[in-house]
């Protein structure tokens, strides 16, 4: 709590995604169930922008991921 947490992560978008503008929106939450990652069942916290705006369940990512034809 309080504190920033840094991770890397390579995203890969399937061949067939429709063309358009997309935003990443990534779960915040602690895991609820017994196996090893990546987490089956996920128990949603509050979580905070950068600009202290409360983002229930998720954080978006500011950047958006446009997809061309």
Do not use: H, N, W
């Not at 990652?37 to 369940?57: K, T, V, Y």
């Amino acid at each position: 709590m309080g504190k920033r947490v840094r991770d890397r992560f390579m995203l890969y978008l399937p061949s067939d995604l429709a063309p358009g503008d997309y935003m990443l929106r990534v779960a915040v939450g602690e895991c609820t169930s017994r196996s090893l990652l990546p987490c089956e069942r996920i128990a949603g916290l509050d979580s905070f922008s950068a600009l202290g705006q409360r983002e229930p369940d998720a954080v978006t990512i500011p950047v958006v991921i446009r997809i061309q034809p």
